[in-house]
């Protein structure tokens, strides 16, 4: 029987609606000796169980598993991982000869939070953002082994810089089953290299796939600037799109490396692209050309509530700066992965920089993360990724 912790009277509310966290100032005690990471049982004022979930320190108390009273073991993981490949096989992303590139699972949005699985071939990558399901990797990893079947041949487990500092787990990434130094996937035909040893996220943005191939849709003997590149994944759609021309700018060597070596994968000897290692903003700011199409894809300004108003700040003014760059008639794609920035804070930010500027801006497209990052509709947190295009007189 796991141990148990008990909310103050009427916290359980956004639980009986569904909500899979419990904050720490919704508990009034918990049993004693509940480590980190532990399964926990989360029982009402009334003394009714609500839910069972990992426990942590911190704001976010209890993760929330199950609203079953049931047993988190081989069969739960099992259980879980089979309904991530099912919905993704039903939407046509996975199993998909054209694509091998894909999220498999996405925290709440899957009922499993804290975990993060990203599928690259028959690699998969999984990241821990909490310690309950870092303590699990191993029961997981057998368990996507199992339901995966020939599909996986390897997993790298990459959670050194997601899991939190003050847990002194001192983990170091590395394969956990199998091995391969293959480290090119397929996305939407496309190659490219996934550097899942060294790289943000899991090595690679999974969540772009559908922008990317939008842009593809536009780039037709368009000139193309691909700002904050990381891998390139936007300058290699807008390439196989027949842009006359792309460049593509990172302040970090290393991306610019690894959008070379995409670019070079895809179009070998091709002399439409151009890298860039500068700071996007002297860039922007430097720049005098103009562009048909401008892509903004900062990393997150805001990981946090505390950093937002700078956060805003920063979207106003590289937005103002990038439509500066867009010729009449061309298209600004910009986007925020910020979870702490809404939907709403976002769009204010850019109509205060289309202000700036003075043209005539219209939004032509809303964009968001696609269906292999499914949103718990209980859970509306999990809809991080917003975008627009624009339209610039």
């Known amino acids: 029987m ?25 508990i009034h005690h918990a049993d004693a000796g509940i480590q980190e990471g532990e399964t926990v049982r ?25 609203f079953s009273d049931i047993t988190i073991d081989q069969s739960f993981w099992r259980e ?7 919905m993704r096989c039903h939407i046509g992303i996975a199993d998909n000869p054209e694509n091998n590139t894909y999220r498999l699972v996405h925290g709440e949005g899957d009922w499993l939070p804290g975990l993060v699985i990203d599928c690259y ?8 953002h909490s310690v309950g399901m870092h303590l699990n990797r191993m029961d997981i990893c057998q368990a996507l082994t199992d339901v995966m079947g020939g599909r996986i041949q390897q997993v790298y487990y990459k959670s050194e810089t997601t899991l939190p500092y003050k847990a002194h787990l001192e983990e170091e990434d590395g394969f ?3 091995h391969t130094d293959d480290d090119i996937a397929v996305e939407n ?9 060294r790289g943000q996220k899991t090595g690679f943005f999974v969540d772009q796939r559908e922008n990317r191939s939008l842009l593809e849709h536009y780039s037709k003997d368009k000139t193309v600037l691909n700002m904050f590149c990381y891998t390139g994944g936007f300058s290699v759609y807008a390439m196989r799109g027949g842009a006359k021309c792309v460049h593509s700018v990172d302040s970090s060597a290393k991306a610019i ?42 990393p997150a300004f805001a990981k ?19 439509i500066r760059l867009v010729k009449e008639g061309g298209l600004l794609f910009t986007f925020s992965c910020s979870q702490a920035v809404s939907k709403d804070q976002f769009r204010s930010a850019v109509f205060t920089a289309a202000a700036q500027s003075g043209r005539k801006v219209r939004i032509i497209h809303q964009l968001h993360q696609p269906a292999d990052h499914p949103i718990n509709i209980y859970h509306p947190e999990g809809e991080y990724l917003k975008g627009l295009v624009l339209y610039v007189e």
């Not at 796991?2 to 919704?26: C, D, M, N, T």
């Not at 879980?80 to 099912?86: D, E, G, S, W």
């Not at 071939?121 to 821990?128: F, I, K, L, P, R």
């Open 257 to 298: 490396e690894i959008t070379n070596n995409n670019i070079g994968l895809n179009f070998p000897g091709d002399p439409r692209h151009e890298a860039y290692c500068e700071d996007a903003f002297r860039f922007l700011e430097e720049k005098k050309d103009k562009y048909d199409i401008v892509v903004l894809d900062p």
């Open 42 to 66: 989360v029982i009402a004022s009334t003394g009714d169980f609500i839910a069972v979930g990992h426990y942590q320190v911190g704001s976010i108390a209890v993760r929330v598993l199950s």
């Open 2 to 26: 796991y141990k148990s912790i008990y909310l103050k009277r009427g916290k359980e509310e956004s639980l009986l609606r569904f909500h899979p966290w419990v904050f720490s100032g919704a």
């Open 80 to 86: 879980r991982l089979a309904a991530a490949i099912t």
């Open 189 to 197: 035909g496309l190659k490219f290299h996934v550097d899942w040893l």
């Open 304 to 322: 946090h509530r505390a950093a937002l108003h700078n956060a805003l700040k920063g979207y106003i003014r590289l937005n103002a700066k990038g």
């Open 176 to 178: 956990i089953f199998g």
């Open 121 to 128: 071939g028959s690699t998969a990558v999984m990241q821990a």
